[in-house]
């Protein structure tokens, strides 16, 4: 019988959801949420198989619980982390009766192909932790069961590779690959192989920072990397309004974690939205490190910045930019240069690029095997819904017509 395919620990996610949890402990421990899946390619199916085997893993997460050397550990890697907190994640279990999973299959003539519906729900302390192991279980058992046209040869080659050209452009690298990784091994073998060139080639002008995932941090002795994701900016915007959401939920942020974790992710409502609230507090554009870019054109981001720091005459360049929006190694390498010219400090945080970057052995590696392009949102909270507008215009997240109302408060277009 095939080993049930599980997250490893309680800590194998990304750093964010834990110092959001904490936030949302603080701030929100008694909202109601829930999370919906959305899988983006429409020509792409799941086999009942998959589905099957996703149903039976799900049990399984109950048995996830932080472990004493991982709390003692999180003490000292994670100062921010207050005692209470550690209290609570001590005592946290998955509830896997909160998740239900429904398999839509494709038509009579091909039953055993289908989409998934994925949905999480109950108070938001808890569930806040589904979204990123349930995708990275969901994509290795897609990846051992409906799609084996591919192979670890070369994997360690290549993310070697990648980050020896990172590290001779000067580039800051963070591992970002969880929730869309191939396998549970693949990114654990990525984190190794970075951290080992990071230190074979410690000439070089470039670094490694760490990983987001706090159990390959644990694991590797290297930093776990992560700050605030946008569902804090939706569930802030739908709980309290959208015409302040952003400042708002900067200034919620900041009282749970004030001097640290503070790099501001802008796209939730576009980022021209974001800045409408920024720049009314020059001292707290101050104090927060930097900004994120996740969305829309990125070589358009950090000359827009550098606009938005010079209007409220703050030295940019003691400013950070972290560039984390399906970056590859060119992307990468043409955003640093950009940053660089500018004045602004950048940090990259790659994801699929690293943890799902393979071939397909049929086509002798001429053809990519493509990842899952799947995510898990914050859909509501409180029977409220949650959306995200990005800096794509068009690409937007959840119910038409709360979409429809928070453009209209940031005076957004519906077309482009």
């Known amino acids: 019988m095939a080993p049930i395919i599980m997250a490893a620990s309680i800590l194998d996610t990304d750093l964010y959801k834990f110092t959001m949890q904490q936030a949302v402990l603080r701030h929100f ?10 899988h983006r390619d429409k020509n792409v199916y799941f086999t009942r198989e998959c589905y099957e085997k996703f149903l039976e893993a799900l049990p399984h997460f109950s048995e996830l619980s932080l472990t004493q050397e991982e709390r003692t550990w999180l003490t000292t890697h ?3 982390f207050a005692q209470d907190y550690l209290d609570y994640l001590s005592s946290y279990q998955f509830k896997p009766s909160q998740v239900r999973v429904t398999f839509n299959q494709k038509s009579d003539e091909e039953p055993d192909l289908g989409r998934l519906e994925i949905e999480a729900k109950g108070p938001w302390v808890e569930t806040i932790l589904w979204e990123v192991p349930l995708m990275a279980v969901l994509s290795e058992i897609y990846f051992t069961t409906a799609d084996k046209d591919w192979s670890y040869e070369g994997q ?3 993310a070697y590779e990648k980050a020896r050209k990172m590290l001779e452009a000067g580039c800051v690298v963070t591992e970002f690959g969880t929730r869309r990784r191939r396998s549970y091994h693949i990114q654990d073998l990525v984190v190794k192989t970075l951290l080992k060139a990071n230190e074979e080639l410690k000439d070089l002008p ?5 990983t987001s995932n706090v159990h390959l941090a644990q694991k590797h002795n290297t930093a776990p990397i992560g700050t605030i994701a946008h ?15 952003n400042g708002l939920a900067l200034d919620l942020w900041e009282s749970v974690y004030p001097n640290v974790l ?10 021209e939205a974001f800045y409408k609230d920024f720049v009314l507090d020059k001292e707290r554009a101050q104090r927060w490190a930097g900004l994120r870019q996740d969305s829309g054109d990125p070589y ?5 910045a550098k606009d938005i720091y010079e209007s409220l005459r703050i030295d940019y360049r003691q400013k950070t930019i972290i560039f984390s929006d399906a970056l590859n190694l060119d992307k990468v ?11 602004f400090k950048s940090s990259f945080g790659i994801g699929t690029y690293l943890t799902n970057d393979f071939r397909k052995k049929s086509s002798g590696g001429k053809e990519k095997s493509k990842a899952l392009n799947m995510v898990i949102k914050l859909a509501g909270v409180e029977g409220k819904h949650c959306v995200k507008i990005s800096d794509e215009i068009m690409k937007n997240t959840g119910d038409p017509e709360t979409v429809k109302h928070v453009k209209d408060v940031f005076n957004i277009p519906y077309t482009v």
């Open 29 to 38: 421990p008694a909202v109601e949420a829930i999370y919906r899946f959305t």
């Open 78 to 80: 994670c100062p921010y």
């Open 156 to 158: 360690e080659e290549l």
């Open 206 to 210: 470039g670094k490694v920072l760490g």
């Open 231 to 245: 569902e804090w900016f939706m569930a802030v915007g739908a709980l309290r309004g959208y015409e302040h959401a």
């Open 262 to 271: 503070l790099l501001a992710l802008t796209d939730t409502f576009s980022t």
């Open 300 to 304: 358009v981001y950090a000359p827009r």
């Open 333 to 343: 390498l043409k955003l640093k240069k950009q940053a660089d010219e500018i004045g």
